[in-house]
């Protein structure tokens, strides 16, 4: 079955900290892989994705995220954490061909990020 | 550039009764897509136009939920009759293309529905 799994209700850190919000998938084929972000009251906005090529991939706010396929994860990370930082994150990843859906988006269940100043 | 519209953007409605929300997608985007956000999940995909044509349906409830986007530009959603657990958070997004060749999804800010 096709699925992402972010395995951390939440995470906490520190201003200035680095921050790891982690995400595994399963999908066969070639994943196409997705970070988004949710302020409150707000829809999701687009952070990065990975299709191919480097593995190490880098996106908007100093965010970035390393894809590796022999542990089938896709960890969003930022060098030094911001308060503003602080808001939901969803992994995605795109559905299999042949599974129903080939072109949607299947997303996690979110990461609460929590920056302390 | 306009992002993506939606209203209303907060509803309350009693079980059993119908609702209705709309979306405008970003100008030139042929995909729009329907999801549904309950509380302390993800989105699920509820429907997938590619212009004025249902690309997938596979989880809209379609005995209760029914989508158009007349002319390939916007689309309503409705439900009718509500259930209890259609309380939700409604959110339309947008792409150039199909998610399937990698296009960025762009999202509204979503309709909170509250079915007492």
């Known amino acids: 079955a096709q699925s992402v799994a972010q395995p951390e209700d939440q995470v906490n850190v520190a201003e200035g900290n680095p921050l790891t919000v982690k995400c595994t998938y399963s999908?066969?084929?070639?994943?196409?892989l997705f970070w988004y972000v949710q302020y409150p009251n707000r829809g999701l906005q687009f952070l990065l994705k990975?299709?191919?090529?480097?593995?190490l991939v880098k996106g908007s706010y100093g965010f970035e995220a390393e894809f590796n396929k022999s542990q089938t994860s896709f960890h969003l990370k930022k060098p030094s954490a911001l308060v503003s930082d602080s808001a939901l994150y969803f992994c995605?990843?795109?559905?299999?061909?042949?599974?129903?859906?080939?072109?949607?988006?299947?997303f996690g269940a979110g990461t609460r990020l929590a920056v302390h100043p | 550039e306009a992002g993506v519209a939606q209203s209303p953007r907060y509803k309350i409605i009693e079980k059993r009764q119908s609702v209705a929300f709309w979306c405008n997608p970003i100008?030139?985007?042929?995909?729009l897509y329907w999801y549904q956000q309950i509380l302390g999940q993800g989105p699920k995909l509820l429907i997938q136009?590619?212009?004025?044509?249902?690309?997938?349906d596979s989880q809209l409830p379609k005995d209760r939920f029914s989508a158009e986007r007349l002319k390939g530009v916007d689309s309503t959603l409705k439900i009718q009759p509500a259930k209890l657990e259609d309380s939700a958070v409604y959110l339309c997004?947008?792409?150039?293309?199909?998610?399937?060749?990698?296009?960025?999804?762009?999202f509204g800010a979503g309709t909170r529905l509250s079915v007492l």
């Open positions: 136009f590619q212009n004025n044509g249902v690309v997938d």
């Open positions: 100008s030139g985007h042929a995909t």
């Open positions: 999908v066969s084929g070639n994943p196409y």
């Open positions: 990975y299709i191919t090529g480097d593995n």
């Open positions: 995605a990843v795109r559905a299999s061909r042949g599974a129903g859906g080939y072109n949607k988006l299947i």
């Open positions: 997004a947008s792409s150039r293309g199909l998610a399937g060749v990698g296009n960025i999804q762009y």
